[in-house]
């Protein structure tokens, strides 16, 4: 699973190019998706008009929405330092669940914004995703 946080989902509505041809290529194969914390998604449209609306315009992108055991949690990690609520769902969704099975991958612009542990690609890396 491919989860894209605030930082990524402003570069991708920019144009950044590597990520849009990752929307491209998962838009064509049945059951890819790139999964987009709902919070991300605020904060990013709450730092620049019509983010959302560019965003979700790539087939591949999905929201993945707070439900009562996500807010909870999410709640927890923000009273426990571990960072701003965007950042926070972020790294709720990068975490083993039931729902999603195998390795996520969190793509971001701020690789230090989360804890050791966590499977972080820098989007500006000169080899993200086998680019270079």
Same mark, same amino acid.
């Given at each position: ?5 605030? @930082? ?6 920019? +144009? ?45 992108? *999905?929201?993945?929405?707070? $439900?009562?055991?996500?807010? *909870?949690? *999410? +709640? ?6 571990? +960072?701003?609520? $965007? ?24 690789? $230090?914004?989360?804890?050791? +542990? ?5 989007? $500006? @890396? ?7």
């Amino acid at each position: 699973m491919i989860i894209l946080d605030t @930082s990524a989902v402003k570069a991708l509505a920019d +144009g950044h190019k590597t990520l849009n041809l990752l929307a491209g290529n998962m838009a064509r194969t049945p059951g890819d998706r790139l999964i987009v914390p709902a919070l991300c998604l605020m904060q990013a449209e709450a730092e620049d008009q019509d983010i959302s609306r560019r965003v979700l315009a790539f087939s591949a992108v *999905v929201v993945d929405s707070l $439900d009562t055991v996500s807010a *909870v949690s *999410v +709640g927890t990690m923000i009273r426990d330092g571990y +960072g701003s609520a $965007d950042t926070c769902h972020a790294l709720y969704c990068a975490l083993p669940r039931p729902e999603f099975t195998g390795m996520s991958i969190l793509l971001t612009g701020r690789e $230090d914004a989360y804890p050791p +542990g966590i499977v972080t690609v820098d989007i $500006d @890396s000169p080899g993200m995703l086998g680019f270079h």
